[in-house]
C-alpha cells in the first residue's frame, strides 16, 4: 500500500482533517548540470512538488505536531542539499516551538549527483534532531520502502522510537550495489522491517493504516505530564491492603512454586487490566520474546515500562543480550524525554549457551546495571515473580522496589543452588527456605520497600491482584516523580550503598 502512496497522501492519513499547514519555502537554485536540471524538472512535473521531501506541522488526535515526509516519487527520495535544508529547518522550526517531531522517511538514500556535497548534509540533519532531542522532545520516525543508505544511518534510526512498515527493504547497502561489490547475492529477508524488529532495531511494525492511532497514542504519554497521585479513597481505585503479618508470608518454596503457575499474570497482562493508555512495542524475539516494551499511562502518571514476560505453561523464555539492549536503549529515551522508568521482573534467568557468551550477555548485564543505576529519570522496579540470577538483578537498580508477595530474588533458581552445595536438585526446598529469597526477606536487606500481597496467590485473583499492583505503581511514581532530582539521587546513591545490610 505504502509504495503507491504520496508524501501528501501519508501524511492526509495521519494528520486531522483540514489541519496541515506547509512550511516550505519554494526551491530556488538549480543545478549548473544541464542533465541533472532535466531531471529535476521532470520530477517536479510528476510529483507536483519542487523537492523530494514535505515539511509542516498538522495536529494528530487533537495534538500539535511537525512532520517530514519523504517523497519516493521524486528522485527516489534522494538528499541533496536543497532536501537536506528543507529537513534541517523543519526540525529547527520543530525545536523552538516545542513540538514533537515525526519524520517518515522513503529514500535511496543520498542523491548521487550532488556527490560529497549531499553526503556530508546528512551531518546536517543529524545535528538538528540531536538538538531536538536534546531539548527533551520527542522525535518519531517511521521507515517507509525503502530507506537506504545515508538517510537510514542518520536521522531515519535516530527516532525515540522507529516505527517501520511492514516489509519494508531497511538497510545501509542497496541490493544491486551489495551484489556488484560482493559478487554474491544479499539474502531477501537480511534487510526486511520484521527481521530488524525481532533483533531490536525497530520498535514496531506498523501498517500506514494503523499508523495515526499508534502516533496519537504514542504522543499521548511522551507528551504528557504527570498528574498527581488518585486518592485512595476514590471508587475507581481498590484500596491497597495493609502488608501481611508474619503468619500470612508464605513458605519460601511454596512461593517459588507458585510463580511458575501458568495462570499467574505476566506482564502483559499486569500492564493491560492496569493501564488507561498502552502503546506494546516490538522487542527482541518479536510476540514470543522475553522483553516487553511499552510506552503506559497508570492513573494519570506517565511512563516507560520495560518487563520480563514468562512462557506461560512452555519452557521458560531466556532473556538475552538483545533483550539487555534494549532495556538500555528504552532506558535513555526515559530519560531523554523525562519520562520515569519502570521496570518489571520476571524471569528464570539470562541466556546459558556459548551464543549468549558471545554475544557478550554478562558485559550487556554489567551495561545495563550502570545505565540504570546513572539514571537520572525516575527509576520504579516491580518484582512481580520469579528473580533468577543477573538476568533479574540487571532490572532492579531503582529509586523504589515493589513486590509481589511470593516474588523472589536468588541468584540461581533453588534447584541450581542445590546442584551446587549438595551436587543434586532434591535440597531446593530447604535452600529455598535459608537462603532469604522472598519478598519480605528483600525488604529486610533494603532491597524492596513494598510487599504487595497475594491471597494467597495472584493466580487465584489476577484482576484483584493486578489492581492493587498497578495503583501502588501508580502511587509510587506519583511520590518519585514530586521529588526533586537531587534529593531523589541521592537517596539512590545511598540506598544503594547499604544494600544487603540488614535493616534493624
Known sequence: ?????????????????????????????????????????????????????????????????ALIASEFGFLGGSIGVATAERITRAVEQATAARLPLIALPVSGGTRMQEGSAAFLCMLRITAAV?????????????????????????????????????????????????EELRGVQLPPDVQRAETLAERGLVDAVVAPEELREVLRRSLSVLTRRALPSPSPSSPSVPPVPGPPTPAERPDAWEAVLRTRHPDRPGTRELLRRTTEELVLLDSPGGRDGALVRA??????????????????????RPFTAADLRSVRRTARFAEQLGLPLVTVVDTAGAELSVQAELDGVAVEIAQCLTTLLSLRTPVLAVLLGQGSGGGALALLPADRVLAAGNAWLAPLPPEGASAIVHRDGSHAPELARAQGIG?????AVGLVDTVIPELPDAADEPAAFCARLGHAVSTALATLTATPTSERLAARTTRHRRLGDLVV
Open 439 to 443: 519478598a519480605h526477606d528483600l525488604a
Open 130 to 178: 540531536q538538538a531536538h532531542r536534546a531539548a527533551g522532545l520527542p522525535y518519531l520516525t517511521y521507515l517507509r520502502n525503502p530507506t537506504m543508505g545515508g538517510v537510514f544511518a542518520s536521522w531515519g534510526t535516530l527516532g525515540h522510537l522507529v516505527f517501520a512498515e511492514p516489509g519494508a527493504r531497511l538497510g545501509f547497502l542497496g541490493p544491486r550495489v551489495y
Open 295 to 316: 510506552l503506559a499511562v497508570l492513573d494519570g502518571q506517565p511512563a516507560v515500562v520495560v518487563g520480563q514476560q514468562r512462557r506461560a505453561g512452555a519452557q521458560e
Open 1 to 65: 500500500m505504502s509504495m503507491s502512496l504520496t508524501a501528501h497522501q501519508l501524511i492526509g492519513l495521519l494528520v486531522d482533517p483540514g489541519s496541515f499547514v506547509s512550511w516550505d519555502d519554494p526551491v530556488t537554485t538549480e543545478p549548473r548540470d544541464a542533465e541533472y536540471r532535466a531531471s529535476l524538472t521532470r520530477a517536479r512535473e510528476r510529483t507536483g512538488i519542487d523537492e523530494a521531501v514535505v515539511t509542516g506541522i498538522g495536529r494528530i488526535g487533537g495534538g500539535q505536531a
